[in-house]
Structures are given as structure tokens and as C-alpha cells.
């Protein structure tokens, strides 16, 4: 009775109940949009984060995070692979030997980091390959070939095919010394590697250290990123006994500005999505008052013809319900719409930035921005909203019940 009751009430008043149904619809709709785009661009700044620090979890010896030092090295690596392969969601490990030294030419030199790497593996998490330039990237046409980042090209104004020296003290305290040929030069963008980055082999690398076995830095991928503090716990647990000791981190331990931007970043999405909520709930809320106020003489007849303050509180609130239940179908037509628009076409940082802007070492001048739709954040957005909408009702609905019909009917003459 109540419900056939409130369902003609709303159709009596078409264009009150269209302008409600569309502020409820847009709200919702721009609510999921801005939930797509901010769970992509969380997603978007993981993947680019993890590419950058070079894998999700990371082992290294004891210290050597906080001093670089070269003798601080992984003695014995393999027992820490064969512990990181049997961690379920681990899809591979990628060895590393990490060199600071210098590289020189007859007339110039220059202070870098030089990475012995396995290309094949590398390409697990984005290789500088992707940021080749000039040349080729680590082949085997070469003795012991470099690739060297843009800036440092430029200052020891070298090409394809020169050679480098490279001087640096090995893990026993030895100044060493060798040869490469650069086979390749790399421009990233970002400052702080261009000018001071190198690569080579994992064998030339530990040839120039007279290393055999030995690593500076293993890095497991893990095929979701969510489950690195997990995969970095149960592989600590593996190696406690490890000779030497070992320090398992992720790559949020290695990049602390990127973690405090998408702190902060997750705090201003979380104040945006409130403000959006209490604008839906207070143009609701507006919208279903002046309708009771317009409906004076309306809801003081229905009053006078025996329906009571409870039933009449119901009505409204039955009225609210149906109203935010379109509105809410509506809504997510649109948003789902917006998002899948947006996901075709994507948000370019490039676009609206206009210059590089690197958050740590993390280059954002690429970035792209989609949608990416997480299921539970969908539907307890909804339900929320739908809350909010029963809420926004009750003092409608509430003023509605007090209404004396006698009042009601002299207020509307």
C-alpha cells in the first residue's frame, strides 16, 4: 500500500523527481570516477615504483643499505634463491652486483654506480633497455660492455664503442681496475641516474671485482605487488641462519619519499571522497526538504484522509528509498561508463605537466592514468551512498510526519 503509494507519489511530480534521480546519479557517478582514477593512479605509481627501485623485495647483506660499502656482500646467495623460489607468489629472483667507483677516459672522470646485471632477468621489472638511446643494450658483440646513462656520456664526451676505465675497491679493500667498451647509452629522465648510472654484465661486473659467487643485491619479484611485506617476512624467517646475515626489505624501505607522497596522497583522496559524500548528503537532503515544503497541501490531505504521522514518515522515507535506488542504477551506469571511457583513453602526465617532475627517483613525466575497478571499494561505496541518501531523508521525512492536516491545509492557501 505505502510503496504503490509512494511510487505514484513520485510520478506525479516528474520533474522534482528527475532533478533528484540526477543529482543522485551524478554524485554517485563521479563518486565511482573518481574511485577508478585513484585506485589506477595507486596502482600506476606501485608498478613504476617497483620498476624503479628494480623489484618488489630485496636482500642484501647486513649494513649495507645504510653504507654501500662493497664488502658488504651476500657470501653465499644461492641458499637465499632457493628459500625466495619456494615462497608462493615469488615468479623469480634477479642477482645483482652493485659497484661505486669511478669511470674515466684520458681526460675526464666521473663518479658513478655501476650495476652488474643479468639483462634477461632485468626486463622482470622494466629495463633501462626501455630508455635506450643510442646503441644496444648489454649484447655480446663487446668485451665487457657498458652502458652508461645520457649524463655521463656527455661529460666524458665518450660514443659507441669507446672505452671506459673503471676504478673501485673490491670487497677485500683493493683498489681494482678494468677495462669496458660502451655498447650503449640510456636517458631515463631523471636527473640523478642519467648523470651518475651505469650497467654491465653480471659476469664483467664481478670480473672487475674478482667476485665469483658473491652479490651486493638480490631482488625477488612477487606477481602481486600487495603481497610483498608477506613474501618479505616468510623469506627473512628463511635466512635468519644465513652465515654473514642478510636484511630482507621492500621497496617501500628503499624509496621513502615515493611511500610519503602516496601517504599523503591516500589521505587527500580519502578527505576528497568525505567532501564528495557530505555534498551528496546535503543536496539530498536539500532537494527532499523543499519537495516536503512544495507538498504542503499534499501531504496535509493524505493526512486528513486517515494516514497517520508513522505511515506518512514511512511514505517519505519509502520515497527516498526508490529515488536513491534509481539514482544509485543510474549513477553506476554513468560511472561505469566514465571509467571505461577513461580507461580506453587514459589520463597523460604529460599533458598536464608539461615538464619532468621526479618524486625521489621515480619519473612521473610517462605516467598514465586509467581506471582500474577494485569490486569491494565499488560496492561499499554503495552501500554508503545509498546510507547516505536514507539519512538525508529523515528529516524530510520526519517533518513531513509532524505536519497537522489542518495546518498543512491553511499553510497552502
Do not use: C
Not at 511530480?13 to 528527475?18: A, D, F, G, L
Not at 633501462?128 to 649524463?151: I, K
Not at 534509481?326 to 553506476?332: C, D, K, R, Y
Amino acid at each position: 500500500m505505502l510503496w504503490k503509494l509512494a511510487w505514484r507519489n513520485l510520478w506525479r511530480h516528474r520533474t522534482r523527481t528527475v532533478v533528484v534521480i540526477s543529482a543522485v546519479a551524478f554524485s554517485y557517478g563521479l563518486l565511482l570516477l573518481f574511485l577508478g582514477l585513484q585506485d589506477d593512479l595507486e596502482r600506476a605509481l606501485d608498478e613504476i615504483a617497483v620498476e624503479t627501485a628494480g623489484g618488489n623485495v630485496f636482500v642484501h647483506a647486513d649494513d649495507y643499505w645504510g653504507t654501500r660499502q662493497m664488502e658488504r656482500i651476500i657470501n653465499e646467495p644461492q641458499p637465499v634463491i632457493d628459500a625466495a623460489e619456494q615462497i608462493d607468489g615469488v615468479v623469480d629472483t634477479i642477482p645483482r652486483v652493485i659497484i661505486q667507483g669511478l669511470v674515466e677516459t684520458a681526460d675526464e672522470s666521473v663518479a658513478v654506480q655501476l650495476a652488474g646485471v643479468d639483462p634477461q632477468k632485468e626486463r622482470l621489472v622494466g629495463s633501462p633497455q626501455e630508455d635506450l638511446v643510442e646503441g644496444e643494450f648489454l649484447s655480446e658483440e663487446r668485451a665487457n660492455p657498458v652502458v652508461v646513462g645520457s649524463g655521463v656520456a656527455e661529460r666524458l664526451d665518450i660514443g659507441i664503442g669507446d672505452r671506459l676505465r673503471l676504478t673501485a675497491a673490491d670487497p677485500e679493500g683493493e683498489i681494482g681496475r678494468a677495462l669496458f667498451h660502451v655498447d650503449g647509452i640510456v636517458e631515463t629522465g631523471v636527473e640523478e641516474v642519467d648523470d651518475a648510472a651505469g650497467w654491465t654484465t653480471l659476469e664483467a661486473a664481478r670480473d672487475a671485482m674478482s667476485m665469483q659467487r658473491q652479490l651486493n643485491e638480490l631482488a625477488v619479484v612477487v606477481d602481486d605487488d600487495d603481497r610483498r611485506h608477506e613474501v618479505a617476512e616468510l623469506l627473512q624467517q628463511a635466512v635468519d641462519d644465513e652465515p654473514g646475515g642478510v636484511t630482507v626489505r621492500t621497496w617501500d624501505g628503499l624509496l621513502p619519499d615515493v611511500v610519503a607522497l602516496m601517504q599523503f596522497r591516500r589521505s587527500l583522496a580519502y578527505t576528497i571522497f568525505f567532501a564528495l559524500l557530505v555534498v551528496v548528503a546535503l543536496a539530498v537532503a536539500n532537494t527532499f526538504m523543499m519537495a516536503v515544503m512544495e507538498r504542503v497541501r499534499e501531504l496535509g490531505l493524505l493526512g486528513a484522509l486517515g494516514l497517520g504521522p508513522n505511515e506518512m514518515f514511512r511514505m517519505v522515507l519509502y520515497e527516498s528509498l526508490i529515488l536513491g535506488i534509481i539514482g544509485l542504477m543510474v549513477g553506476f551506469g554513468l560511472g561505469l561508463g566514465a571509467n571505461m571511457w577513461f580507461d580506453h583513453v587514459g589520463i597523460h602526465a604529460a599533458d598536464f605537466i608539461g615538464e619532468e617532475i621526479n618524486i625521489g627517483e621515480v619519473p612521473t613525466l610517462d605516467l598514465v592514468i586509467r581506471s582500474t575497478i577494485v569490486a569491494w571499494r565499488w560496492i561499499a561505496s554503495t552501500v554508503f551512498v545509498l546510507v547516505v541518501v536514507l539519512f538525508s531523508s529523515l528529516y524530510p521525512a520526519w517533518k513531513a510526519a509532524r505536519l497537522q492536516p489542518a495546518d498543512a491545509m491553511r499553510m497552502s492557501e
